[in-house]
């Protein structure tokens, strides 16, 4: 099956069977033919069935739909959208050679506080455990 036909039947099954948590989903999924990866607070990272990864907004009146270009996000949202639909992994790039273990999670993919994972707290890498070099020298900017 395409990846093509994947999101076009999740987006069919989505559509008929979403949970009452996520039914407020659901006009943004028809109006944007979106199948949501990784919601947040003020809206989603979804797939479309040309293999766009885009971020649909809902909240604080920046409602729209814009692709996502950034390639660390893209990962985030297909790693996290990987755990819902197995088939999305396939989306997921190979680690590069030069690509170095995530410090954050030492490589894991999980944040561990004392010793223990915490749940539902997704790492810097996206739960990969990897990141691009490039990545390292912005994330010290952005902390700066």
Known sequence: MTIEQHVEDEIKCYLENSSPQHAFLVPFVERYHVLPLLVDWNGF???RSNGDIVLVMYEDGTK???PVEEARIRRI???QGARKYGWVSELIPPRSRDAVDCPH???TGQIEIEGKVIDGVICYCGGLGWLEPQELTEMEIGSA
Request: hydrophobic share 40%; proline share 0%; with cysteine.
């Open 45 to 47: 990272f979804g797939l």
């Open 64 to 66: 729209g739909m814009e």
């Open 77 to 79: 949202a297909i790693s």
């Open 105 to 107: 999670c030492s490589g």
